[in-house]
């Protein structure tokens, strides 16, 4: 089975390697800008923004979880963790900004959003359905459960490449109306590129990883 194959962590050692290294990155990030003040909290800076783009009927929720932060295009709602909510910091507005972006993504038809929320339920079901169908195919050398679970897979790659465009949108998005609209200084934009920044490599890593595993995955069933 793949997971016993040293070739396969040997595939993903690089995304591995970016993944940890993107985590520690924005970890320092939120970390260093939680400490700076900003005049809004998270939830006043998402409110903000989306007014600004004609978006009042857009609401905010605060939710559990820690960096939980998200955008519901379906419900058409804004969800933030309750330390972006309710933190007036350069951390918390920037998240929320960028969260915010994702709105008016979703407001304007921006396509790469459009495919995105389209092939999420079939990237979803590739991502077990598909490891599970290639690992079955080689157990039991089956070559069309085989080429079932690589092009079930497929869809995770096509998603992650997908999703990086909306997500560094989203990001330039938020970092060009935080300073449009007063929110933020130049210079305090620093620290909130650094957060957002951050956050980007590690859907870079994400990619990266759903790249490789997919390589993996046919150079495993032409080999055996």
Known sequence: MYYFDPMYFLFLAPAMAMALWAQWRIHAAYSEAQKLAAPLSGAGAARHVL?????????????????????DPRAKVLRLSPEVFQSRSLAAVGIAAHEAGHAIQDARAYAPMTIRNAVVP????????????????MFMGIKILIMAGIVLFSAVVFFQLVNLPVEFNASNRAKKELVALGIVDPPQMVYVN????????????????SVLTLLYLVMRSDRD
């Open 51 to 71: 007014d600004s783009a004609g978006l009042q009927a857009i609401e905010i929720e605060q939710v559990p979880g820690h960096l939980s932060d998200h955008y």
């Open 194 to 209: 650094r957060v957002l920044n951050a956050a980007a490599w590690t859907y870079v890593a994400a990619t990266l990883q």
């Open 122 to 137: 079939v990237a979803n079901f590739g991502s077990g359905s598909g490891m599970l169908l290639f690992m079955v195919g």
